[in-house]
């Protein structure tokens, strides 16, 4: 088996403020490039799979894009592992600070793993987002199916009308949801089959593409 757990991840950064209208890219402003002073920060971490110790994120120069890193956030299934380890959760409240003349909405989302699955076993991760104070949306889902012994990678974009920027004058947080269920199925129950974040090889990581609107002056 190839083993790709990580202990530890490099921390983020932080900034000015930001701001704007709850609604869908097509009924705001037309988008403008990204500030050059942005950044992300983890201010707070929930789940079984993950803890502040293990998760970090980091605003790309430009604004237009920043990164979630995992550590060490993985399911399995099969061997000595418990029901609990099957199922693995994390929710991230990030947030991302700029000029207050500006605001963004999360435009896609391309996430990367990495999963070893043994023949007759499956994993799904699943993923979602949404601002602080709003309903959670129903996640995103990728299946998986074994034997399988790869990264993963796959990209959420949802509809241009569908984009929801930040309210102007607001400093709510940008919640990150993400899961990770393994179920060993019909494989041998003594191999162990898992899925995992994990960016501390080969670059794995979440990185998120942000638009951006002016605020009314």
Same mark, same amino acid.
């Given at each position: 088996?190839?083993?790709?757990?990580?202990?530890?991840?490099?921390?983020?950064?932080?900034?000015?403020?930001?701001?704007? $209208?709850?609604?869908?890219?097509?009924?705001?402003?037309?988008? +403008?490039?990204?500030?050059?002073?942005?950044?992300?920060?983890?201010?707070?971490?929930?789940?079984?799979?993950?803890?502040?110790?293990?998760?970090?994120?980091?605003?790309?120069?430009?604004?237009?894009? =920043?990164? *979630? =890193?995992?550590?060490?956030?993985?399911?399995?299934?099969?061997?000595?592992?418990?029901? +609990?380890?099957?199922?693995?959760?994390?929710? *991230?409240?990030?947030?991302?600070?700029?000029?207050?003349?500006?605001?963004?909405? *999360?435009?896609? *989302?391309?996430?990367?793993?990495?999963?070893?699955?043994?023949?007759?076993?499956?994993? $799904?991760?699943? +993923?979602?987002?949404? =601002?602080?104070?709003?309903?959670?949306?129903?996640?995103?889902?990728?299946?998986?199916?074994?034997?399988?012994?790869?990264?993963?990678?796959?990209?959420?974009?949802?509809?241009?009308?569908? +984009?929801? =920027?930040?309210?102007?004058?607001?400093?709510?947080?940008?919640?990150?949801?993400?899961?990770?269920?393994?179920?060993?199925?019909?494989?041998?129950?003594?191999?162990?089959?898992?899925?995992?974040?994990?960016?501390?090889?080969?670059?794995?990581?979440?990185?998120?593409?942000?638009?951006?609107?002016?605020?009314?002056?």
């Amino acid at each position: 088996m190839r083993k790709r757990i990580a202990v530890s991840v490099v921390a983020g950064a932080a900034a000015a403020a930001s701001a704007a $209208a709850v609604a869908p890219a097509a009924a705001g402003p037309r988008p +403008v490039p990204g500030p050059p002073n942005v950044s992300a920060k983890v201010v707070a971490v929930y789940g079984s799979g993950c803890t502040t110790d293990n998760v970090a994120a980091g605003a790309q120069i430009g604004g237009d894009t =920043f990164t *979630v =890193f995992y550590g060490g956030y993985l399911a399995q299934a099969g061997g000595s592992s418990t029901p +609990v380890d099957a199922r693995k959760t994390c929710q *991230v409240a990030v947030r991302v600070t700029a000029p207050p003349d500006v605001t963004y909405a *999360v435009s896609s *989302v391309e996430h990367r793993g990495y999963a070893y699955l043994e023949r007759g076993a499956n994993a $799904a991760v699943g +993923v979602g987002y949404y =601002f602080q104070g709003q309903a959670a949306p129903a996640k995103t889902w990728l299946a998986l199916t074994g034997p399988r012994d790869d990264d993963w990678s796959f990209t959420d974009r949802p509809p241009p009308d569908q +984009v929801v =920027f930040r309210p102007c004058g607001d400093d709510r947080v940008l919640m990150l949801t993400t899961e990770l269920r393994v179920d060993k199925g019909t494989s041998d129950p003594s191999k162990v089959s898992y899925i995992a974040m994990d960016s501390i090889t080969d670059g794995v990581k979440t990185t998120y593409r942000l638009a951006w609107k002016n605020c009314p002056r």
